[in-house]
């Protein structure tokens, strides 16, 4: 019943986004309200959860997302995304530019979380779409790819490291298998799944670009602008590698990476250096780069919203049990571990949206076969990881994120973003099985 009650949640979703143009925010919320009474949730704690849903994916994004689209917008309005573009895709060219972003998004997902990788890269996709005159989705669909391989793959992302240690796995040898098998799934899932949606032409939605041509003399050299964007990696990078290294947690130094590491902090002296490079140096005063700014938080509020609402529904879902319901019902299948891994991890990722949600349940469900079964507790690591990324439901924030940066429709949204997911998840069972034949 909670599987049926769930489907026919998703049904009145696209019903009322598709078929009577309810906006998307209204639409979550009614969805939210109807799915969490069919599940049981006792009346009087409906909203308390949407609210608590909704808190715990803005408290996380707010600053994010709202800072990135200052620093993305600082980056568009100066010149700086066009001359990050323009030298891109004069050492790549314009056939290959959907290699360097795919490359790009390797690399910066390797240090950040997927939102803040995503926030972070898009107005650099839009400003390469424009200045190569190629479709939007031919470099959004690479780097979208290879920010969700890194997250769903690789330590020291949130979800692998907390399973290596769930698991007792090798991080550095997990790291290397997610590599393995990274590399060629970020290549078939992102620029070669491309050519299944060369027929969508959307635009990039109103506010999110700066149209204006600029001259040589008008922008930044290309070392300023992308040391600017690429300050927050940096930062995260560093707190990253100090975490690696085992700098001991009662020294200064660990607090101060710590500090600088956190995504909310990273970008916020960011946007602090992005108002030098990009404003005060190109000769804007301080009314007009505020100006930037408020017109970049205009125009990314509804989208917060929407995420949030995302967030919402799978909080419902997870409240209401259905995650550890569904994981119930397969964990006694006579399956390989690696797959019965995969499947549990699809399965509650499909049903309760949140990737890294998906990954803890089933991660805590199937440890146990790691010591029965003497499977590779490394694979495992990227099997549950592989699984968790599947199909990326409208109950999942990152749906909306894609949907709405993009301009696209619910329908072309699962041609695209839900393929990719898809493929990635597909590509790493494959790919976890077959290593499983050679180690």
């Not at 995302?310 to 797959?339: C, E, H, M, R």
């Not at 349940?361 to 549950?384: D, F, K, N, W």
Request: with cysteine; charged share 10%.
């Amino acid at each position: 019943m909670p599987l049926i009650i769930l489907a026919l949640g998703i049904v009145l979703l696209f019903f009322l986004i598709v078929k009577l143009k309810v906006n998307s925010f209204l639409s979550l919320l009614l969805v939210c309200v109807v799915v969490g009474y069919a599940e049981g949730l006792p009346i009087d704690q409906i909203f308390p959860t949407i609210q608590k849903g909704l808190g715990s994916t803005l408290g996380g994004l707010t600053i994010v997302v709202g800072f990135g689209a200052i620093l993305g917008k600082l980056m568009a309005d100066s010149g700086g995304a066009q001359r990050i573009a323009t030298t891109l895709i004069n050492i790549f060219g314009r056939k290959n530019v959907r290699w360097a972003v795919c490359l790009t998004g390797f690399i910066v997902g390797i240090a950040l979380f997927y939102e803040i990788g995503f926030v972070l890269l898009i107005p650099l996709i839009f400003t390469i779409a424009v200045s190569a005159d190629i479709p939007l989705l031919e470099v959004g669909m690479p780097m979208v790819a290879a920010l969700s391989v890194t997250h769903g793959f690789l330590p020291p992302h949130p979800g692998p490291t907390a399973i290596s240690v769930l698991f007792n796995a090798d991080i550095g040898k997990t790291l290397i298998y997610g590599l393995i098998i990274g590399i060629p799934t970020v290549i078939i899932s992102g620029p070669l799944l491309y050519n299944t949606a060369k027929d969508i032409k959307n635009s990039i939605p109103e506010g999110l670009h700066n149209d204006k041509v600029f001259t040589e003399e008008e922008m930044p050299s290309f070392w300023s602008s992308i040391l600017t964007a690429l300050t927050p990696v940096i930062l995260m990078a560093i707190n990253t590698i100090g975490t690696m290294v085992g700098v001991p947690k009662d020294t200064v130094l660990y607090h101060i990476l710590k500090f600088i590491g956190d995504p909310s902090v990273a970008l916020s002296i960011s946007i602090l250096v992005a108002f030098y490079t990009f404003g005060y140096a190109r000769g804007k005063t301080t009314k007009e780069i505020m100006e930037t700014s408020e017109k970049a938080i205009l125009t990314v509020a509804m989208i917060l919203f929407i995420v949030g609402a995302g967030g919402a529904l799978k909080q419902v879902l997870i409240d209401s049990g259905v995650g550890t319901y569904i994981g119930s019902l397969v964990k006694d299948a006579n399956l390989s571990p690696l797959f019965l891994a995969w499947l549990i991890a699809s399965v509650i990722r499909i049903s309760v949206g949140s990737a890294t949600v998906a990954a803890m349940t089933a991660g805590g469900i199937v440890a146990p076969l790691i010591a029965t079964t003497g499977v590779s507790p490394e694979l495992m690591v990227i099997a549950v990881g592989a699984g968790s990324v599947i199909f990326s439901p409208p109950n999942d924030p990152g749906f909306w994120l894609f949907k709405e940066f993009f301009g696209l429709s619910v329908k072309q949204t699962m041609r695209t973003w839900c393929a990719v997911e898809t493929s990635i998840a597909i590509c790493g069972l494959i790919g976890v099985e077959l290593l499983n034949l050679f180690i």
